[in-house]
């Protein structure tokens, strides 16, 4: 009896923190329908914006006092910049950008902020340990030599897709930020800084005596080795007076940029093919006043940058349609009837004129799919993403008949399906943007020294799209299906879980994957399922929840531990519900007092850590054998080489799905 009474209570204390936290998200809904929450990251965003309009002769912005503020706000004791949350030191390149856009914005080098930075940066190696993209950021203010750069010659635009090094061969971001480099690395600008504000201080043996050499990853005959002598060979070829096709080349990467510019003024949605496109098209004679350059300007009054008590914060991309499609998903699985809510009403009506339907740069090796999905930010058009798409299809397979105004969903949903479908890489995986993006051989550049140059498939989108799929009807008799699940089971670490490429980490990976098995009728009893279960209960921490940092991606004694978070500890009980077993019932009910105790009293959570991520920073954008590689990446727990985020959003709309699911699961049993 007394058990009876506790039951009834979790379930009504279950249908309060669901009440509440649907609530919040009624109250901040944007007026056009859509949800969108900041994207934390680290400092390079301001310190690239302050570099950059140095660059563009832009330095009295009235944002400027405001952005050097925010970095100041971010520096940690020791004196340096980190890349994520609390991360175990901080990172080398981020606080050379940092010290360096200071000392542009007009601060004085004897400052106690620039001291301690000065002092962190000589205490860890100094300039000698910078990445490519610092590197360049110098060579730009006349504070790193040109020739000492990995050089990318334009030329490149001209290869055919068959190629190796063709552009199409690189990921999406990657190739978006390459094209307007290329033209950098060949007109090699500089815009100087003043006398007072040069980075002297940080080569204390003075220049003539650094060492700007590239640092090689490997010794004796190896692709790295080869590379390496080619980019020598490029760099002496920049310098010699005739370039044959070079200005024809340049003109076909100012087409290409001019032409991948969105509506909003971004390029692929993302900060570095933004800032790099301003530069390198006004380094070609464009104006400032000329619509592409006004247009990439305005995005950082417009929605490019956002207002905190820290100071003002550049934006390294937008959620917009990823947080409206998965806020819809939690109302959904919350037991919000869709047709009785405006709330979702309006959500959907701005979605669905979100759909793309226009030409990309997935149709280079997906030649014969029609165009129709969905894109991760508000006006990527050339970039629509596998993961965005799926979540749509989730969405829309559970309302696509109750809905009649909105006639055209159904049609874009049977064309999103067929793309998605068309999409499926060649092991039976999905990855973000392209289809088998895995091409190892442009991983070996040296430009390559940062972020994943690859999109090869991930587990955490395979088990979105299969989720999708369970929910449109089909099942393991689905050949795609089964080519799905084979890869899926490949996938699987020794201890049952799967590493998470879009977030941290393994507990992201597994709690996409099994969701997805159970929709398309997967025998959950199975071992290797069971085997990922007991994993996930197996990392529950004390107080209930589940949590995992970012270091995992460079620590595997990190994986699964970390302090509780809400978004993570959803991940996890969805994880478990989709599992089936009673074995976990205790589990699910300890995460789910964790979320409803952690609850704040307007509804939603707090979440300082970072459980996005962008780059591993493994250089091919899949998992490592980090008992190989760890060595030769030159990071460590600190992703020196990644790129970590923390969606706000996260922490909202993943604890709803995650009750809604986990109340459901305890009403069917008897709760």
């Given at each position: 009896m007394n058990e009876m009474i506790e039951d009834k209570y979790l379930i009504q204390v279950l249908n309060n923190s669901i009440e509440d936290a649907l609530d919040w998200s009624v109250r901040h809904q944007a007026p056009e329908g859509y949800w969108i929450g900041d994207i934390d990251t680290n400092c390079c965003m301001e310190a690239e914006w302050i570099m950059a309009m140095h660059f563009l002769g832009l330095l009295n912005d009235p944002k400027l006092p405001?952005?050097?503020?925010?970095?100041?706000?971010?520096?940690?004791?020791?004196?340096?910049?980190?890349?994520?949350?609390?991360?175990?030191?901080?990172?080398?390149?981020?606080?050379?950008?940092?010290?360096?856009?200071?000392?542009?914005?007009?601060?004085?080098?004897?400052?106690?902020?620039?001291?301690?930075?000065?002092?962190w940066i000589l205490q860890h190696g100094g300039l000698r340990h910078i990445r490519v993209f610092t590197k360049y950021w110098l060579a730009l203010l006349g504070q790193w030599p040109w020739e000492h750069t990995p050089n990318l010659p334009p030329e490149i635009i001209f290869l055919p897709p068959w190629m190796p090094f063709n552009i199409y061969r690189f990921s999406s971001w990657a190739r978006a930020t390459i094209v307007p480099l290329t033209l950098?690395?060949?007109?090699?600008?500089?815009?100087?800084?003043?006398?007072?504000?040069?980075?002297?201080?940080?080569?204390?043996?003075?220049?003539?005596?650094?060492?700007?050499?590239?640092?090689?990853?490997?010794?004796?005959?190896?692709w790295e080795s080869f590379f390496l002598k080619?980019?020598?060979?490029?760099?002496?070829?920049?310098?010699?007076?005739?370039?044959?096709?070079?200005?024809?080349?340049?003109?076909?990467?100012?087409?290409?940029?001019?032409?991948?510019?969105d509506e909003d003024g971004v390029w692929g949605g993302i900060q570095p093919p933004l800032i790099y496109s301003l530069m390198a098209l006004h380094n070609e004679g464009y104006l400032l006043c000329h619509p592409v350059i006004k247009?990439?300007?305005?995005?950082?009054?417009?929605?490019?940058?956002r207002k905190k008590d820290t100071g003002l914060y550049i934006n390294a991309s937008e959620s917009i349609v990823w947080d409206t499609f998965l806020t819809m998903l939690a109302f959904l699985d919350c037991g919000v009837n869709p047709p009785e809510s405006g709330s979702f009403r309006k959500a959907l009506k701005w979605v669905l004129g979100k759909f793309v339907d226009a030409?990309?740069?997935?149709?280079?090796?997906?030649?014969?799919?029609r165009p129709g999905a969905w894109s991760f930010e508000r006006a990527n058009t050339w970039y629509p993403d596998v993961d965005d798409t799926a979540v749509a299809l989730i969405v829309l397979a559970r309302i696509a008949d109750v809905f009649p105004e909105f006639p055209s969903m159904k049609r874009k949903l049977r064309l999103a399906l067929d793309w998605v479908m068309a999409m499926q890489s060649s092991n039976g995986g999905w990855a973000a943007f392209d289809k088998d993006n895995n091409s190892l051989l442009v991983t070996k550049i040296p430009f390559c020294d940062f972020g994943e140059a690859l999109d090869p498939p991930s587990v955490d989108v395979t088990g979105h799209?299969?989720?999708?799929?369970?929910?449109?009807?089909?099942?393991?008799?689905?050949?795609?299906?089964?080519?799905?699940?084979?890869?899926?089971k490949a996938e699987q670490e020794p201890d049952g879980s799967w590493f998470g490429r879009w977030g941290v980490n393994y507990i992201y990976g597994t709690g996409a994957v099994l969701p997805g098995l159970k929709a398309v009728g997967e025998d959950m009893t199975s071992e290797y399922v069971q085997k990922a279960a007991r994993w996930i209960a197996g990392h529950q921490n004390a107080d209930g929840g589940w949590g995992e940092s970012c270091a995992s991606y460079m620590d595997n004694s990190m994986r699964g531990r970390g302090p509780s978070t809400a978004s993570q500890t959803a991940w996890a009980i969805m994880a478990l519900v989709a599992a089936g077993s009673r074995t976990y019932t205790a589990n699910i009910v300890r995460g789910l007092e964790f979320l409803a105790g952690t609850q704040r009293e307007d509804g939603t959570w707090d979440e300082p850590w970072y459980t996005g991520t962008g780059f591993p920073g493994y250089g091919w954008g899949d998992r490592a054998d980090l008992s190989k590689v760890a060595g030769k990446l030159a990071q460590g727990p600190e992703l020196s080489r990644g790129f970590m985020l923390n969606y706000n959003l996260y922490r909202h709309y993943f604890p709803l799905m995650a009750m809604g699911r986990a109340r459901k699961y305890l009403l069917t049993r008897g709760w």
């Open positions: 405001e952005v050097v503020r925010a970095i100041v706000s971010e520096q940690r004791e020791d004196g340096s910049w980190e890349i994520y949350y609390k991360a175990p030191t901080g990172d080398i390149n981020t606080t050379v950008e940092c010290y360096t856009a200071l000392k542009i914005a007009g601060l004085d080098p004897d400052q106690d902020i620039m001291v301690r930075a000065r002092k950098l690395c060949a007109r090699r600008p500089v815009k100087p800084l003043p006398p007072d504000k040069a980075i002297d201080e940080l080569f204390p043996d003075g220049r003539g005596q650094f060492d700007f050499s590239l640092p090689r990853k490997d010794t004796g005959l190896c080619t980019d020598r060979l490029l760099n002496m070829y920049c310098s010699w007076r005739v370039h044959p096709f070079r200005e024809t080349a340049i003109k076909y990467c100012i087409d290409w940029i001019i032409k991948h510019q247009r990439g300007l305005r995005a950082f009054d417009e929605h490019w940058s030409p990309g740069d997935w149709q280079v090796y997906v030649k014969d799919a799209v299969l989720e999708a799929l369970g929910l449109l009807g089909r099942t393991m008799d689905d050949p795609a299906v089964r080519r799905a699940v084979e890869y899926v």
